[in-house]
């Protein structure tokens, strides 16, 4: 399955699904990285890893439907079949999204649907919780919303400030990522409904887990 990985800062999310792709007997490989930054650090990630690059400045649109069918048109010249949204600092909008449904993943931040949007830690640590995480899901044209891939749970501690909760829980990004990814490209992630059906490796079900992989 030909990926293509949207990205607007550093791709660390990156750094990791180049490494899961790279893995013999993965059934996906990137075909393009693409930024809407052209100073984005990630690029020299994938340049260094062979994968050919884009920019997109969204800065050179008029509107955001215009930026959206560059981008469109760029993924489709280059044959790919999944969108992986990785630090994408983007809104996209109805029409784009609704063309890649069931077909463009997202990694966020928080246990959804907890904590959509920005700030996400500072509002776990104001809110009390003990456990927050991240998740990746199928993206839908609300923010942060769509039928859930899998979640990695994190726990608060008690003396945790925004920037050692964030440090913590990419660490289970970079897990958890590659994971739902490797789910979705061996057809083991169904979109039913609005929910997302898990099958193991023989076809059948798996009851979901709050940590995929594990954490061991």
Not at 36 to 47: D, I, S, T
Not at 146 to 154: C, E, K, L, W
């Amino acid at each position: 399955m030909k990926i293509g990985v949207l990205i607007s800062g550093r791709g660390s999310n990156l750094k990791a699904l180049i490494e899961a792709c790279a893995e013999p007997g993965f059934r996906g490989r990137i075909a393009i990285v693409i930024s809407n930054r052209p100073n984005a650090a990630g690029l020299a990630l994938a340049a260094a890893a062979g994968i050919p690059t884009l920019v997109i400045d969204h800065k050179d649109f008029a509107s955001r439907e215009t930026f959206d069918a560059e981008l469109d048109r760029a993924l489709r010249e280059t044959g790919v079949e999944l969108i992986c949204n990785a630090g994408f600092m983007r809104i996209l909008s109805d029409g784009f999204v609704e063309k890649w449904r069931n077909r463009q993943i997202n990694i966020h931040p928080s246990l959804l649907p907890a904590f959509k949007g920005l700030h996400v830690h500072r509002r776990a640590l104001d809110a009390g919780v003990r456990i927050t995480g991240c998740t990746v899901h199928f993206v839908r044209p609300e923010m942060d919303e769509g039928p859930i891939i899998a979640q990695a749970a994190v726990p608060v501690l008690p003396d945790d400030t925004p920037e050692t909760l964030a440090a913590r829980v990419l660490e289970a990004e970079h897990k958890l990522y590659p994971m739902a990814l490797k789910l979705v490209v061996e057809g083991r992630a169904r979109v039913v409904g609005e929910h997302v059906v898990l099958s193991d490796a023989d076809g059948g079900n798996v009851p979901a887990a709050l940590f995929m992989p594990s954490p061991r």
